[in-house]
């Protein structure tokens, strides 16, 4: 795995990673990280090896839906009413 890919992988910039490397904290082979041997390294030096997700905000809309049906014969129904209504919920 190349730098840039290593980067990719801990949710950091190029220049981060670039920043470990002069630390001494990546393991490379050649041109290559070797990512078991890098990650041992910063696990010791980093609070975390991967950035956490962020969370992402969620949104909600209340829907209340009122129906007046009024019954005028076995199996007959009529609507007479129908009204629906959204709102945001209280935070």
Do not use: C, Y
């Amino acid at each position: 795995m190349n730098q840039a890919e290593f980067a990719e992988l801990h949710g950091v910039s190029r220049k981060t990673v670039t920043m470990w490397k002069s630390r001494g904290w990546l393991v490379m082979e050649g041109n290559e990280v070797n990512v078991e041997a890098s990650n041992a390294n910063i696990e010791m030096h980093r609070k975390t090896v991967t950035q956490p997700e962020k969370k992402k905000k969620l949104s909600a809309t209340v829907v209340t839906v009122t129906i007046q049906i009024r019954v005028t014969g076995p199996g007959d129904l009529e609507v007479m009413t129908a009204t629906a209504e959204t709102s945001q919920p209280p935070k």
